[in-house]
């Protein structure tokens, strides 16, 4: 009994302990054999009891006490009536032609993380420089693709800093989030749609995703076609909501600084039916002095008001409507508008098919 309990802990469920064979001062041997009675045929799969021969491989296991650990393993090759030739019984816990298990290998990438250098992990294992690294490097592309999950239903994809705006150039880098489980799925240090492709395309099931909501920007528009053959677009409401913040600033800009200047900046921004009595009064009493302000301000709203439609066929009704009066203006800021709406027209309306698109917006799950 207390053997079969040292068996346990030692081995693998797979194996049967025979003998400890050497006592090493340094060393444990393990001599052992596997359990099973019979085996699949590594070729056809067809199961086997006939013996034909056996064979004894030394495998490295994970150290005890700082005593190197190995295991001898009188594996038995079977035959196969199928195939007509013999063929050696496999574990699961050793990988074809390899000589060390997969725990010792996994508990070198905990060493690693643990010991304080990498040549303490190599005198704790008894192993060389170059294995130590190319299993630390195969354990970590492992772990890396544990994580790693097939792509979700719903996806959003934005760009993203993470420096703040400095002169000169910023670094941008795509991000793509599970719109779903409200999550940051993927990062690309890229913009272009041929280098999102290249970066992402290894991630398994693109066939699942149904819905991309993205901004208006065209690679992006580009690299979801391309990648998602299955995927509808859907332009992110908030991206369309700012489409005329940038242009709206800049006319104010160009007035002469004011003390009221701060507050109107920020009435500006903010949704019309939010505001209270007195903030519109005076948002009003600045708008009439600036009419292109005005002009601006006023389609912003009616693309606030257009956002709280419901329903797929008044969205229709109600964009076409807003492209035609949005169009009649002589403002270069809102006939690029116009034109913006009725090329990502689509996009747009799909939001009307599925509104939880506006509930999240894809920059607040970073
Ligand atoms: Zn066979």
Redesign the pocket.
Known sequence: MPYQRLSNFVLFSELKLNRISSWHRWEILYECEPKAQEAG?T??G?VSESIYDHREVRVKDEPIRGKRVFLKIRKRRFF?V??QKP?TERLDMIRQKRRTTERYRASILWACQNFSDLSRVRKAYFCSDGFLYQTLYEQLERKVKEKRYPWPKTIGIDEHSFQKRRRGAIPFVSLIVDYVNKKPFELADCKTADGLEERLKHIPGRENVQNVVLDLCDPFKKFAKNLFPNARLVADKFHVLRLLHPALHRYRRELPAHRKDRKIRRLLLTAGHRLDWFDKSDLWNFLNENPPIKELWIAKEKLHAFYRIRGLDRAKWALHKLIEDISKSELPELKTLAKTLWKWAQPILNYFLNQKFGETEIRTLV
């Open positions: 045929c070729k056809c067809l196969c199928n195939c063929f």
